[in-house]
């Protein structure tokens, strides 16, 4: 049974940096996929960034583009997000997510509703 957990989150002034980890327990992440979600209050669950079993990424929304980058461990059955240059705008829940692909060559990523396997949250903080 796969387990996510999220941390690194924190409180971060504007333009700051943060380094978001998810960890996967037991399981060889080389046949997933894995995502990074974001909820802020009052408004629905969107995807960040996605990174395939291949090691392709897929950017969700054009927000972060530029300035957040995710990138896989598998050896570690570790995921990270690396976000620069803050927001408060950035200021939510993080989540990551995991689907199985069909293979460590896989280059899909799914939409938010393919994602069956999620962590509880790290909470990201931007203000001054």
């Known amino acids: 049974q796969l387990q996510l957990v999220e941390s690194g989150g924190g409180l971060v002034q504007p333009g700051g940096s943060l380094r978001l980890s998810c960890t996967a327990s037991?399981?060889?992440?080389?046949?997933?996929?894995i995502g990074w979600f974001r909820q802020a209050p009052g408004k629905e669950r969107e995807g960040v960034v996605c990174i395939a079993s291949s090691g392709a990424t897929h950017t969700y929304t054009n927000s972060v583009k530029d300035r957040f980058t995710i990138s896989r461990d598998n050896a570690k059955s570790m995921v990270y997000l690396q976000m620069n240059n803050l927001k408060p705008e950035d200021s939510a829940v993080y989540y990551c997510?995991?689907?199985?692909?069909?293979?460590?060559?896989?280059?899909?990523?799914?939409?938010?509703?393919?994602?069956?396997?999620w962590g509880q949250g790290t909470q990201v903080t931007v203000s001054s």
């Open positions: 037991g399981l060889n992440l080389d046949n997933y996929m």
């Open positions: 997510a995991a689907r199985q692909s069909n293979g460590p060559a896989d280059n899909r990523c799914y939409t938010r509703s393919g994602f069956r396997s």
